[in-house]
């Protein structure tokens, strides 16, 4: 899938995105906002990809932060989350392959649901370590394929259909975090190996 | 795995209602067919119908990822009615069979999200 065509597409859901989201977001709620519980004030936050805002809510209060979209629809359904937010959110409409920041800017980075979608991961985490400061800490809520039978061949099968109507559903983006020169310091388990956080640095 | 009691009724109704969905799709093949094949097209035709049937219980209950115990479930149901013919005269004994299987595939994926969790923890 091209650049252009991951954009539109998510413009295309943009409208029905909250709705279908609803079951997912309240399941991972406990997850996700211990995750981004590691938000430091008065570090440089980089947030990938904002989507229509539904993290918003779980991030902790009073941080200040750059949240990114390919999708301008999904940022202009964000723009309400994003002003009631007790903080600072900076949404910007951008390519997590072509990210307009300086070498080595950002303390954190996180991503939500991010890398499933991502056309080319291992550009997109290459743009992210980019950005980073050496020690920078780069914190995913994520879902991939699976390592254990039956649910890798599950996943697999399901995955020619889900690719062309949402998610790829059989990535090992812990494998794409390490190829792309990151640290993992912890993959923690939230569903099965299927759906996990992970933790990595940009080593020093 | 979830604890919540509201997500843990929908995992079981959909592993249920929907393996026992693929189930009945599949006892609609003709029973004339060699078993193998029977066993294969049903499988694909039951797990079709189960992808048809999961927008509601996505949408309420979560995201495709956590369909993984639905699709293990309906993958066996859609398979009973080639291998157990007698099934078929009896379309509620093959719903409840099939949601038999459904809720099997939910221990399964219980019990190997629990050991997972054990390695992790460990």
Redesign the interface.
């Known amino acids: 899938m091209t650049k252009k065509n991951a954009s539109s597409r998510w413009d295309g859901t943009a409208r029905f995105y909250d709705?279908?989201?609803?079951?997912?977001e309240?399941?991972?709620e406990p997850a996700k906002r211990a995750l981004f519980g590691r938000m430091t004030p008065g570090k440089r936050i980089l947030f990938a990809a904002l989507g229509t805002g539904l993290d918003i809510p779980f991030f902790p209060p009073g941080q200040e932060m750059v949240a990114i979209d390919i999708s301008a629809a999904m940022l202009a359904r964000a723009a309400p989350r994003v002003a009631a937010y007790p903080g600072r959110i900076e949404a910007r409409l951008m390519d997590i392959t072509a990210l307009e920041y300086p070498d080595g800017w950002f303390d954190q980075v996180f991503t939500s649901c991010t890398f499933c979608s991502v056309p080319d991961p291992m550009a997109g985490l290459a743009s992210l370590r980019r950005v980073m400061k050496p020690g920078a800490e780069l914190a995913m809520f994520e879902?991939t394929g699976?390592h254990?039978f039956?649910?890798n061949l599950?996943?697999n099968?399901?995955n020619p259909?889900?690719r062309h109507i949402?998610?790829e559903?059989n990535r090992d983006t812990v494998a794409h975090v390490i190829r792309a020169g990151f640290r993992v310091e912890a993959?923690?388990?939230v569903?099965?190996?299927?759906?996990k956080t992970i933790r990595a640095i940009k080593p020093i | 795995m979830e604890k919540r009691a509201y997500f843990l009724i929908g995992d079981w109704l959909a592993c249920a209602s929907l393996s026992a969905w693929a189930a009945w799709v599949a006892g609609l093949l003709p029973s004339t067919w060699p078993m193998a094949v029977e066993m294969v097209v049903g499988m694909i035709v039951g797990m079709v119908a189960v992808m048809v049937a999961m927008p509601p219980f996505l949408v309420l209950f979560g995201a495709l990822e956590v369909m993984v115990p639905v699709m293990l479930g309906s993958m066996i149901s859609s398979m009973l009615p080639s291998m157990v013919p007698g099934l078929r005269q009896e379309s509620g004994t093959l719903l409840a069979w099939g949601a038999g299987c459904g809720l099997l595939a939910w221990g399964v994926t219980w019990m190997a999200d629990r050991l997972l969790h054990r390695e992790t923890d460990a």
């Open positions: 709705w279908l989201a609803f079951g997912a309240k399941r991972w879902h699976s254990y039956p649910f599950l996943l099968l399901c259909v889900c949402g998610p559903m993959v923690n388990p569903f099965l190996d299927v759906v």
